[in-house]
């Protein structure tokens, strides 16, 4: 008895705040089917981690499990990388080589993380962290990982569980900016949609060409954009179906479980709870909403100069948050007019911003290695 009371009184209110944290985090995963393959591992990890005297962390001289996966599987990037191989798989880049002109919402969606980094640095967060911070407006989080890490962020835990929840928070938080910068006459702008066929060939070297593109470009993007490019190879090539499959159902659902429940951690209570994390989380909304913001923006001025119009939610789906993004503008514009069909639009400006932000990950990182 003595024993259980003494092991209660270990427990911190910082402790119980994270229990919060993770319950909340499960919540939105079950009842409200956000992002669950992500949330809810994140969201046990992080009531699991702050159990006193964990043994999932490394506590002293006893090593942790969590601890020991972090170190083999995020903090040199493999889960990420691999995590973008089925991405890639997933891909069905056909909207865009039917309409190219989506590249440039793709890219225009990418305007938040710079204005996040000139913040973050006039904050006062040194520029290796103000660029890892940056990069949660991508909404992409291995490419956030992988920032994080090149840049060993202090702040990576917190950067992480940012750019993943904001991910999952696209249908709420997308919606009310997309509204405040359009009129209804915008919202129910019809596009048509000449769908042709891509020939095989062309789907075959678009992520080959990318690639190269990507490294002559950005090169510390070459490994992100590799992977993801290598797994739309497998599924475009026609001859690796199996492993077109495999990557997105196995490997991906395996990673994404994974990579879940070892972030969590990072979600250490003394760690977690500062007043850096509350800022951190405030500028990724911060740039969460500036890349919406500036996709939609994007559209509007080329509407001034374009006979055929562009429905300026279009320009929202530039984020890299796939499929998400593009689901909602197809659903806004639904919405508006039911005989408005967007989808297929706002999915290749999906993609598109999916290469966009895996490129300006690489350029962050190549500016601030200029500027250090």
């Not at 691999?82 to 890219?107: E, R, S, V």
């Not at 890490?149 to 750019?163: G, K, L, M, T």
């Not at 769908?195 to 080959?208: M, N, S, T």
């Not at 001025?301 to 796939?322: C, D, Q, R, T, Y």
Request: with cysteine; aromatic share 8%.
């Amino acid at each position: 008895m003595e024993l259980l009371f003494g092991y209660f009184l270990q427990i911190t209110w910082q402790q119980v705040v994270m229990w919060c944290i993770g319950g909340v985090l499960i919540y939105l995963a079950i009842a409200k089917e956000m992002e669950p393959s992500l949330l809810l591992p994140m969201g046990f990890g992080a009531i699991l981690v702050n159990l006193p005297l964990s043994g999932a962390i490394t506590q002293g001289t006893e090593h942790g499990i969590l601890s020991i996966l972090y170190e083999a599987t995020i903090s040199n990037e493999l889960l990420p990388l691999l995590l973008f191989i089925g991405i890639g798989a997933m891909i069905d880049f056909g909207p865009l080589l039917t309409n190219p002109k989506l590249l440039f919402f793709g890219a225009a969606a990418q305007f938040g993380i710079y204005f996040t980094l000139c913040l973050a640095s006039l904050l006062g967060f040194p520029l290796r962290d103000a660029a890892a911070i940056s990069i949660i407006g991508a909404a992409d989080g291995p490419t956030s990982i992988f920032v994080a890490n090149y840049f060993n962020s202090q702040y990576i835990s917190a950067i992480i569980v940012a750019a993943y929840s904001y991910m999952a928070l696209v249908p709420i938080v997308q919606p009310p900016v997309i509204r405040a910068l359009t009129t209804p006459a915008e919202r129910r702008i019809r596009m048509d949609y000449n769908q042709r066929d891509i020939p095989k060939l062309v789907r075959i070297l678009f992520p080959i060409v990318v690639t190269m593109v990507a490294g002559l470009v950005a090169p510390r993007s070459v490994a992100l954009v590799g992977f993801l490019m290598f797994g739309n190879l497998i599924r475009e090539c026609g001859v690796l179906n199996s492993l077109s499959e495999t990557a997105q159902n196995v490997l991906a659902n395996l990673v994404t479980i994974l990579l879940g429940i070892v972030v969590s951690s990072g979600m250490v209570a003394d760690q977690f709870l500062k007043v850096e994390t509350l800022v951190i989380i405030g500028l990724g909304l911060i740039a969460f909403v500036a890349d919406t913001a500036g996709g939609v923006l994007f559209a509007k001025v080329l509407n001034l100069f374009s006979k055929k119009k562009i429905n300026p939610m279009i320009g929202a789906a530039g984020i890299s948050a796939f499929p998400m993004s593009s689901r909602v503008i197809h659903k806004m514009g639904l919405k508006e007019d039911p005989q408005n069909f967007l989808l297929m639009h706002a999915a290749g400006a999906n993609v598109a911003g999916q290469i966009a932000s895996v490129i300006a990950g690489g350029l962050v990182i190549k500016l601030i290695e200029n500027m250090l």
